[in-house]
């Protein structure tokens, strides 16, 4: 890739909407082991005083950050949601130990999407012997364990450690139509295909708690490796329900991807030659343009030169 292309370099962190931080927090340090990097309160540039907590959490090398609109309640996630609703967006939490993994998180109250943690079928070839649960946290964001046999992941979820959790390897949404969200992800932003499946039978079914379900994967990576972004086009039973239009950044649906790009400015070019819908955002700890894909999923693209900005403590937020 010739490096005066502008492209994706790498995600960033993955951010949630919560109703409570500290509620939020509580279940990722004690439930999944993440560790607390920052806690800081910003000023939101879009609504009369109003202010957003924002807890940075690390797992492993990947970040997440909890974002609490104060005085402001947004709107919950709809409780009757299924893995083929289009705001439908998990996190992939890889584990050294699926059973012992399980066995821990069912000591607290979670609600489980998979009737128990599934092995991907020999005929799977793409995924053949992964191990996978699915469930969600307190505010109904959906998560996912996985567990990568010997010849499957990224080398680094197969160092040897005494950690249960080990990091992120992807954030899997669900999409519309394959080929136009690869003409967002692959041929505007220029992440890499990775790997291609497609996962059914009663295994998938079990997984994901819906009849039939029969799903095409297509997992993409940045130019930097690390976390990935997979994308799920159900065949079978077929595509749920939009992102509703009126959804806002301070609703308890929103989840963004922290995408860090080289040459932001050309990108931006593109993206608006292109009419990739543009967000007024209401916070950013550092310059950013919070855009939405096809389905409306949304992402914050952050210059690649302001990223030590990131690891500054700053409650300075940038007007939009």
């Known amino acids: 890739m010739c490096s005066h292309n502008a492209q994706v370099q790498r995600i960033r962190a993955i951010g949630l909407t919560v109703t409570s931080c500290d509620r939020s927090l509580d279940f990722y340090r004690q439930a999944l082991h993440f560790e607390l990097v920052s806690d800081i309160t910003v000023a939101a540039a879009d609504y009369s005083n109003l202010k957003i907590r924002i807890v ?76 996978a649960f699915k469930f969600k946290d307190p505010d109904g964001h959906d998560l996912e364990l996985i567990w990568f046999p010997p010849d499957k992941g990224q080398d680094k979820w197969h160092q040897h450690t005494n950690r249960l959790f080990l990091g992120i390897d992807h954030s899997a949404i669900a999409i519309s139509n394959t080929e136009q969200s690869l003409h967002f992800y692959r041929d505007l932003l220029l992440m890499q295909i990775d790997s291609r499946s497609l996962n059914w039978q009663s295994t998938q079914t079990r997984l994901d ?65 292109n009419q990739v819908q543009f967000v007024d955002s209401s916070f950013s700890n550092s310059q950013g343009y919070l855009i939405k894909d096809p389905d409306g999923h949304p992402i914050l693209l952050i210059a690649e030169e302001d990223e030590e900005n990131f690891h500054k403590s700053t409650t300075e937020p940038r007007a939009t």
């Open 56 to 131: 940075t959490l690390r797992l492993g090398n990947e970040l997440i950050k909890l974002m609490e609109y104060l005085h402001l309640k947004g709107k919950p996630i709809p409780s009757d949601s299924q893995s083929n609703d289009l705001w439908f967006q998990h996190m992939a939490i890889v584990v050294s130990d699926m059973d012992s993994a399980y066995t821990h998180l069912r000591s607290f109250s979670i609600e489980s999407i998979s009737v128990a943690p599934q092995t991907m079928p020999p005929d799977n070839e793409a995924s053949a012997g992964v191990r």
């Open 209 to 273: 708690n819906l009849p039939k379900a029969k799903v095409q994967i297509t997992a993409l990576r940045p130019a930097e490796d690390g976390v990935g972004i997979e994308l799920l086009d159900y065949i079978l039973p077929g595509k749920g329900r939009p992102i509703p239009s009126d959804w806002k950044s301070s609703d308890i649906g929103h989840i963004q991807l922290e995408l860090v790009v080289n040459n932001i400015e050309p990108l931006m070019d593109k993206l608006r030659h």
